[in-house]
């Protein structure tokens, strides 16, 4: 499985961008795919989930300025991210994992994309 993302960019506070990722195949029709990002000198941290359903979790951080969705045709993510803030600046790597309801267990891993939001 291989992930292309796209999107990321500068901006200032208060602005919008919307990343995309794009999976080159998914291990089962239900994986889940999502968001997490990794800030200079922090540890990566989980940003946003959704299932093939469309039912989506959101970190506290984001959960009402950022919208995830996708496009299971495609097998594209993608994460709307409105009234940025400064400490939204991180680089932003998309995954595609195993469902809840799948005994095996995988993750695969997007190249990222960097956010900077700065004035």
């Not at 994986?31 to 039912?55: K, L, N």
């Not at 506290?60 to 995830?68: H, Q």
């Not at 097998?75 to 400064?86: A, E, F, G, R, S």
């Not at 995954?95 to 960097?114: A, C, D, I, L």
Request: hydrophobic letters at 30%.
């Amino acid at each position: 499985v291989q992930l292309q993302a796209s999107g990321g960019g500068e901006v200032q506070p208060g602005g919008s961008l919307r990343l995309s990722c794009a999976a080159s195949r998914l291990i089962r029709t239900n994986d889940d795919m999502g968001w997490y990002r990794q800030a200079a000198g922090r540890q990566r941290e989980w940003v946003a989930s959704i299932t093939s359903g469309g039912t989506a979790d959101y970190s506290d951080s984001v959960s009402d300025r950022f919208t995830i969705s996708r496009d299971n045709r495609r097998n594209t993510v993608y994460l709307q991210m409105d009234n940025l803030k400064p400490e939204d600046t991180a680089i932003y790597y998309c995954h595609v994992k195993n469902s809840r309801y799948t005994n095996e267990r995988y993750t695969f891993w997007g190249q990222g994309t960097q956010v900077t939001v700065s004035s």
